[in-house]
């Protein structure tokens, strides 16, 4: 990481987040048949860990195209980066630009936008080339952490101050993987891959209960959801469907 400039903030967030990205690195490669020098839009990239290895090891000529305080203060790791940027919203930049993209990736977006998940991805499809690919990872709803939760009668997302608070980029709504596969079809795109990962290594700490930890006060419960947690891991690793988070990727 110390090779990266300006991105010490992002530390904990990558290793927080390390196995998700490399996975999802690897399956945009799968996706795209390991083809190389492609053109991707990545719209809400952040710290654009993943778009990072799809330029230094496939090539690919990244957009970055984010709230323009987010790109403000990413810009001197854009630059090093050699990503295009720019500080703008989404609908905006695509009507204005009339750019095509062989993919466009929607990373852990989707679940913060107010809105249906065809009406997001209609915005792009207007920036997709024929025969390139629309690449999203979202929160899985069917996911083990979320069933445990719904059975023990516990919340999946934060407390609606919260999830309706404007400023707070909270989750708004989690999705079930057909619902995306719907939102893909809708919008005249053809469902190609999918695939299921975790946040991190199983051998790290995974607290899957985290979210709603704070709305158990009965102390049994607080076990319950402890213990279903560490079982969920093993479960985890053996049925991919219910890991928490998936992707999903769709053919223009």
């Not at 927080?16 to 020098?37: D, P």
Request: glycine fraction near 6%; proline fraction near 6%; aromatic fraction near 14%.
């Amino acid at each position: 990481m110390d090779a990266f400039p300006c991105v010490k903030r992002w530390q904990t967030y990558f290793l927080n987040h390390s196995l998700r990205l490399y996975n999802s690195f690897r399956f945009v490669q799968k996706v795209t048949g390991f083809r190389k020098n492609l053109t991707l839009l990545a719209p809400g990239g952040g710290p654009a860990f993943v778009e990072l290895c799809l330029s230094k090891y496939m090539g690919f000529k990244c957009t970055v195209v984010d709230l323009p305080h987010i790109v403000e203060e990413n810009k001197p790791y854009y630059d090093w980066a050699n990503f295009e940027t720019v500080g703008e919203h989404i609908e905006n930049y695509v009507q204005r630009s009339g750019k095509i993209f062989d993919v466009v990736m929607s990373l852990e977006n989707i679940e913060h936008i107010p809105a249906a998940p065809s009406s997001y991805i209609a915005k792009f499809v207007n920036a997709i080339a024929d025969g390139g690919y629309f690449v999203i990872s979202t929160p899985n709803m069917g996911s083990f952490a979320h069933l445990i939760r719904i059975l023990l009668m516990m919340p999946t997302l934060p407390v609606p101050e919260i999830t309706f608070d404007m400023k707070s980029y909270s989750h708004y709504r989690e999705y079930m993987p057909c619902e995306i596969i719907e939102a893909y079809e809708k919008n005249g795109l053809s469902y190609k891959a999918r695939a299921y990962t975790n946040e991190s290594t199983a051998f790290r700490k995974y607290d899957t209960s985290r979210r709603s930890m704070y709305h158990v006060k009965n102390p049994v419960t607080k076990f319950l959801m402890r213990w279903f947690t560490q079982l969920g891991m093993s479960i985890m690793g053996i049925i991919p469907r219910f890991r928490y988070i998936m992707l999903l990727a769709a053919q223009k």
